[in-house]
């Protein structure tokens, strides 16, 4: 399971509107990068083959299975506050982050 804050559904709702992208769906996903080795992603996106579809705050989104077992248990928070980070995945599975939030290992 994988859990959006309410600061982090207010956000991506508001990208969404912003985007025009209100048919697509949030999609979060890992790939190789970022300076702990793996990065953390998010876009909007149609749903393909193999997807799970999640739900939290009323916010449905996608994750591909490589990606939900790396960041299965995490909470997506969105920090717009003087020093904030904009969204920070929270992920008790990371053995080290980076400093900015957006990578692990």
Do not use: W
């Not at 559904?9 to 080795?37: I, M, P």
């Not at 393909?48 to 299975?65: C, N, P, T, Y």
């Amino acid at each position: 399971m994988i859990n959006l804050t309410e600061s982090a559904a207010r956000r991506v709702l508001q990208l969404q509107r912003e985007s025009g992208a209100e048919g697509k769906l949030l999609r979060l996903f890992v790939s190789t990068g970022g300076c702990s080795g793996q990065e953390y992603g998010m876009s909007f996106d149609e749903p393909k083959d193999g997807d799970h579809r999640l739900e939290s705050q009323g916010i449905a989104f996608l994750i591909d299975s490589a990606s939900l077992e790396k960041i299965d248990g995490s909470s997506v928070h969105f920090d717009d506050g003087l020093h904030g980070k904009g969204f920070e995945v929270r992920n008790p599975r990371a053995a080290n982050t980076c400093g900015c939030g957006r990578s692990f290992n």
